[in-house]
C-alpha cells in the first residue's frame, strides 16, 4: 500500500508552531531596531537643527523669533539646508518647533505632538544628555513637548 502524497495535520500543526515561535521571538528584536533607528534619526535631525539655529545666531547677533509649530523660522530655510526639512513630522512623529525666549530659557528646538513614548523619549536623552527629562539640556517642558534648549 502506497502512502498517499500531501502533509498529515499534525506536520502542518507542528511547521505552524515553529513559525509562531520564531515570530514571537523576531518581533519584538525588530520593534526595538525600529525604535533605534527612528531615535538615531531624530537625534541627528536634532543636532542639525542645533547646528542651524547656532550658525544664524553667529552671523546675525541673535537667535530668531518665536515662530508655531511646523513653520520655519524667518531667514532660517537656507541653514537646513536640503538636510532637514522643518514643515514636516519628525523622525519620532509629531512637529518641529521653535522656541524663543518662553519656557525660562532663550532658545530650544522642540518637538510638539510625538507619539513616542516616554521610555523612548528617556532612550534619546539618555544618549544625547543625562538621561533625566527633568533636568539638563534635552527635557520635557510642558505636556507633550520636549525641548532640546540651545541657551
Same mark, same amino acid.
Given at each position: 500500500m502506497r502512502r498517499p502524497a500531501g502533509f498529515t495535520l499534525v506536520e502542518i500543526m507542528i511547521v505552524s508552531s515553529i513559525i509562531a515561535l520564531l515570530a514571537i521571538i523576531a518581533v519584538p528584536a525588530f520593534l526595538r531596531a525600529r525604535e533605534r533607528s527612528q531615535n538615531a534619526k531624530f537625534m541627528n535631525a536634532l543636532r542639525v537643527a542645533h547646528g542651524a539655529f547656532e550658525q544664524y545666531a553667529?552671523?546675525?547677533?541673535? /537667535?530668531?523669533?518665536d515662530v508655531n509649530r511646523a513653520t520655519i523660522p524667518a531667514g532660517m530655510s537656507i541653514y537646513f539646508g536640503p538636510t532637514l526639512d522643518w514643515t514636516q513630522p519628525t523622525p519620532i512623529g509629531g512637529n518641529w518647533d521653535w522656541d524663543?525666549?518662553? &519656557? @525660562? &530659557?532663550? !532658545? @530650544?528646538v522642540s518637538v510638539v505632538g510625538s507619539s !513616542?513614548?516616554?521610555t523612548q523619549f528617556?532612550?534619546?536623552d539618555t544618549a544625547m544628555d543625562d538621561g533625566d527629562l527633568e533636568t539638563g539640556q534635552f527635557?520635557?517642558? !510642558?505636556? @507633550?513637548? /520636549?525641548?532640546y534648549i540651545l541657551q
Open positions: 553667529a552671523e546675525h547677533g541673535d /537667535y530668531p523669533a524663543a525666549k518662553v &519656557f @525660562g &530659557f532663550v !532658545a @530650544g !513616542a513614548s516616554t528617556t532612550d534619546i527635557r520635557n517642558t !510642558a505636556s @507633550g513637548r /520636549y525641548t
